[in-house]
């Protein structure tokens, strides 16, 4: 299999049709295949899954679980379980990400990407700009300034920069020969865990025309990482610590930086709560 979608998706009923319509309409000339996980929906996307599972059967390969996968708490980590169980399943050679409540709007997008890393084998990670568009009728803009570099490396990912909306990744699939880093686990920031592990593969490709779109809305998990969340900020300080000796500490003046930045905010936490 050339690639996985891989699609986590939880009380998306109002979007996961336009998601999965955007990958339907991929033009390849390769196989794909649609991993989809559903964590115990409430409402009707396991239904709307299952319909166009029965329309699309050797395209969709869906886990509609009946208990969420968890973990529940601490809710940073929501979703987590779910999303690990489906990177694993996904058995292509390359792995798309898009969540169940965004979508794609360019029909040669996986084509595009994969062309670029069948052609670079030096590329770990590809991505691509996107519209963000607001549930609460915010203006929509894009999510990458018109700057940002065709290149990057994992130096760029050590400086807490993020570049990459989940939605635009095709990545080489690491994870299905290796194990996530032991430190994963204790990440509350998912998709950084993933690219991090992936960047240390590789270089990262940036395609600039805007090809998904990003729906921010309040069910987002988005909401809950945010900049007032002192739990969210220690643990995020505690994975680049993690990082840095994960990767032999090779990049401990870039790391170093960051861990500073961090605990400069963490301070005003303290001073603001005492």
């Not at 996961?16 to 964590?39: C, H, P, R, S, Y």
């Not at 739990?231 to 032999?248: A, G, I, P, S, T």
């Amino acid at each position: 299999m050339k690639l996985s979608v891989c699609v986590p998706a939880f009380n998306h009923e109002n979007y996961i049709k336009q998601m999965l319509d955007g990958a339907l309409m991929q033009v390849t000339n390769f196989d794909f295949e649609i991993v989809i996980g559903d964590d115990a929906s409430t409402d009707a996307t396991p239904a709307i899954i299952r319909e166009y599972q029965e329309k699309n059967p050797g395209t969709i390969r869906a886990f509609l679980h009946s208990e969420n996968q968890g973990p529940k708490e601490p809710r940073e980590f929501a979703g987590r379980n779910n999303v690990l169980q489906l990177l694993k399943a996904c058995k292509g050679e390359y792995v798309a990400m898009c969540e169940g409540d965004d979508y794609w709007t360019d029909p040669l997008k996986l084509q595009k990407q994969v062309d670029f890393l069948d052609a670079n084998p030096e590329f770990a990670i590809s991505h691509h700009n996107v519209l963000v568009t607001y549930e609460d009728g915010s203006p929509e803009h894009f999510f990458n300034a018109p700057d940002q570099k065709l290149v990057s490396t994992i130096e760029d990912i050590l400086e807490d920069k993020w570049f990459m909306a989940t939605a635009s990744w095709v990545y080489r699939n690491h994870f299905l020969q290796n194990d996530f880093a032991d430190w994963h686990a204790k990440a509350a920031a998912g998709d950084w865990a993933v690219i991090i592990q992936l960047a240390a593969q590789g270089k990262i490709g940036y395609f600039p025309e805007p090809m998904g779109v990003y729906r921010k809305h309040s069910a987002g998990l988005s909401n809950v990482h945010s900049n007032t969340n002192q739990k969210f900020w220690q643990n995020r300080r505690d994975m680049f610590e993690n990082v840095n000796r994960w990767l032999d500490h090779k990049y401990d003046p870039i790391v170093s930086k960051t861990l500073a930045r961090y605990d400069e905010q963490l301070s005003l936490f303290e001073k603001i709560g005492s």
